[in-house]
C-alpha cells in the first residue's frame, strides 16, 4: 500500500513533535493489529505533539460505515529513550465523519399520538403551558374557581397552552374553518347545531364538542365555524324531480343470439 509523506503538527500553545517518537509511525501501525484488521488502516496521516515526550500518530481509517474517522495511536518515551510505548490506540471522529445525531431524551422527542393509553409521561415541574392554581391565567375574562385554591387542581392551563391548543385544534381537519369555494362561511356551522356540547372557560365562544354519532367529527372538538353534513337542522331535498319519466323498453339491439347447442354449463360442453 502507497505510504503518504507524514505530516508533523502540534496543537496551539505546545512545543514541536519529539523528534525521536515522531519518526516511530511503525510502531504505531503495529499497535493497531491489537484492535482492527490490517486491510483496515490505511495511511499515515499527521503527527501531533500532545505533550512533552508525548505525541499521537493519525491514520486513515478504511474500516467499512466509518468514513471520514481516522486511527490514533499515542506514543511516549523515558528521557533519553529511543524506543517509544504505546499509552493508547483509539478511533476518533475526524472533520466530516459520519456521526450519530445528538441523544435527545425520549420525553422531548414524543410528538401528539405517540402514547398510548397505558403510557405515562414524566412528571414537568416547569412545564410552560401550565400555572399553579391559585396564580391569574393573565387577561382572562373567566376567574379562577374557589375549588382550586389548593383544594382541586396543582396546576391550571396558562395563555401560552391554550394559544398553542387553539392553534392546534384550527388546523386539525375535524375542528378547523370550513369556507365555501368563495370564502364564505358555512351556511349551517357547528355553532347552530343541537349537537354541540358547549365547554367552560374562555375558549367556549371558539370551540365546542361534537356529539352526534352520525358525523366524522363525533368525540372531537370543533370550531364555532366549522360545519359537516350531519348539521342537526340540515335536510336532504326529497322532493320528486318534475322531469317527465318515460315508459322502459328493451334494446333489442343489443341483445346476442345463442345457439343452444354451443351453450356450456359448469364448463362442460353440451353434447352435440
Known sequence: MARKQTQTTQPAGTSEPDSVLAKQSDLARDALKSITKDTEVGNHLRVEATGQRLVTHFFEC???GYKGWVWAVSLTRVPHGRIGTVCETDLLPAEGALLAPPWV??????????????????YDPDDPNLDQGYEATGEDA????????????????NRE??????????????????????????????????YLWKISGSLRLEFGLCTNAWSPDDGHVVAMDHTCGAHSETDA???PSTLPVGRTFLDDKSLQEL???EITISGQASDA
Not at 431524551?105 to 410528538?111: A, F, G, K, N, V
Not at 388546523?171 to 347545531?193: A, F, I
Request: proline letters at 10%; a positive charge; one cysteine or more.
Open 237 to 239: 331535498d326529497l322532493t
Open 142 to 157: 373567566d376567574q379562577l374557581a374557589l375549588w382550586e385554591l389548593g383544594l382541586g387542581r396543582k396546576r391550571v392551563l
Open 161 to 194: 397552552g391554550r394559544n398553542a391548543a387553539v392553534k392546534r385544534w384550527l388546523r386539525d381537519v375535524h375542528s378547523r374553518t370550513e369556507l365555501d369555494r368563495h370564502g364564505n362561511p358555512p351556511e349551517n356551522p357547528c355553532s347552530t347545531c343541537g
Open 62 to 64: 478504511l474500516k467499512p
Open 105 to 122: 431524551p425520549w420525553s422531548q422527542r414524543l410528538e401528539p399520538g405517540d402514547l398510548g393509553r397505558k403510557d405515562q409521561t414524566p
Open 259 to 261: 345457439n343452444p347447442d
